[in-house]
């Protein structure tokens, strides 16, 4: 057996090891596996103190697309805790979270040759090691009304924030990172950053953040080093300045049912490479010149979510949309689309749930056209011009024996991956797991 499979031995016995072990103690674990720790949990809650540890893994197998036919597993492990300073000190409106988390395994889509876009484990990535994701303090002021963040803080926790219960990254997340990721650093990366927050109404606000824009923070090698250090290192090259617009009616909009609506845009003040022309505005490959150097890029979002059927948060049917427009001077991959839908409390099971998803990952149009002209140029060159659309599609089923545990295999297709006739449709089946201990 190898390494990987050990692994992925190792994940699928750990996860039904959990899950044994809950079923054996579910009558009063609640919302975690391991209980309320006898009341402890809760008295520290009381008192102020309250706790993350969660664990997700990912299995994936293509049966269809790639250069070979392979089985990957990933896992992400998350220890986290919350402190509110007011009943802890009296610091009255004021809390402070410390985040941790540590990647493992390996990704279906690079070795297995898919040639993707959009991995089909979102949990692989950004470093397979330790990482410091949350060091922030965060206070409220005019009851309320006006809250403050500061410390290091992943871009997609405030800005274009979605949920990420499919198993693509199409459908995971906040999806700029998807096509600028970059710059946009989601989950489980962390820079130095601070937000302000103006809750307009009970049901509207108004944000806008400032992110510290360092290369480093997104380097493997410097995460496997120093990936739980709250330093500053060297290498800033400016500031990701996002702002959003979020409307979140729990009730009147449609049916009385709760909706999520938010509108974005982003500014990078850091220079880019051109993704077309050389430095003499050339089609880029000319020579050896090197990219022409742009002042900045930018980009815009929509996140919509409606629930549309059942009761109030709870069983029915939730639609969603997210589309994101990045530059087309910067961009590599300069527009996402994804919509779908979730239904929770299928037969009857409250915590079930299905999930249905497409989504397309445009390739900028501007690189595809310097590629050909350089391809005309030297007809010996063969590469993949990436051109048009990534289409995904998935779709999954989450059983929920218990609160603390989800089971969800899923089936992903995607239709010309790295928008290239060049890769094959891939067909994957895939199994995500998620416990909170």
């Known amino acids: 057996m190898n390494t990987i499979s050990r692994k992925s031995t190792l994940a699928t016995a750990l996860s039904l090891g959990l899950l044994a072990s809950g079923f054996a103690s579910a009558a009063d674990a609640g919302p975690y596996l391991f209980g309320d720790w006898n009341g402890e949990r809760t008295r520290l809650a009381e008192q102020g103190v309250s706790f993350d540890f969660g664990y997700t893994s990912e299995l994936a197998h293509n049966s269809a697309g790639g250069t070979r036919e392979l089985g990957r597993y990933s896992d992400q492990w998350v220890l986290g805790s919350r402190l509110d300073l007011g009943k802890l000190w009296g610091w009255q409106g004021a809390t402070f979270k410390a985040t941790v988390t540590n990647r ?11 040639g993707t876009f959009q991995q089909v484990q979102e949990v692989y990535g950004r470093g397979q090691t330790w990482r410091l994701t949350d060091l922030h303090l965060e206070q409220a002021l005019l009851d309320g009304r006006l809250v403050l963040k500061a410390g290091r803080m992943g871009i997609g926790a405030d800005f274009a924030g979605f949920s990420c219960d499919f198993q693509n990254l199409s459908f995971c997340g906040s999806q700029p990172g ?16 601070g ?104 980009g815009a979002y929509v996140n919509l979510e409606q629930q549309v059927t059942g009761s109030a948060g709870g069983r029915g049917a939730t639609v969603f949309l997210n589309a994101t427009q990045a530059d087309k001077f910067t961009a590599a991959t300069d527009r996402q689309v994804a919509i779908g839908m979730e239904y929770k409390g299928v037969f009857d099971r409250q915590r079930d749930m299905i999930g249905v998803a497409l989504g397309a990952t445009h390739a900028n149009g501007r690189r595809a056209r310097a590629l050909r002209r350089d391809e005309a140029a030297q007809p010996q060159a063969t590469a993949a011009i990436a051109h048009g659309y990534e289409y995904a599609a998935e779709v999954f089923y989450s059983w929920s024996p218990l609160p603390s545990v989800s089971i969800r295999p899923n089936l992903q297709y995607v239709k010309h991956p790295g928008a290239s006739t060049w890769h094959h449709d891939a067909v994957v089946l895939g199994l995500k797991t998620a416990v909170a201990f």
């Not at 998807?178 to 950053?193: D, K, R």
């Not at 009970?202 to 953040?209: C, V």
């Not at 410097?222 to 500031?239: C, E, I, M, S």
């Open 104 to 114: 493992n395994g390996k990704n279906l889509s690079t070795d297995a040759g898919l």
């Open 195 to 298: 937000v302000a927050r103006l809750n307009t109404s009970r049901e509207s606000y108004l944000q806008l953040g400032v992110y510290q824009v360092n290369p480093r923070y997104l380097d493997d090698g410097y995460a496997v080093r120093k990936g739980l250090h709250p330093n500053n290192p060297h290498g800033t090259t400016g500031a990701l300045i996002p702002v959003e617009f979020g409307w979140q009616p729990q009730s009147g909009l449609y049916r009385g049912l709760p909706g999520s609506y938010k509108v974005g845009a982003w500014y990078n003040t850091s220079d880019g490479d051109d993704v077309a022309l050389d430095a003499l505005r050339r089609p880029l490959g000319t020579d050896s010149v090197g990219a022409l150097r742009r002042d900045g890029a930018y």
């Open 178 to 193: 998807n096509l600028v990721g970059s710059y946009w650093a989601n989950w489980p990366v962390s820079v130095w950053a």
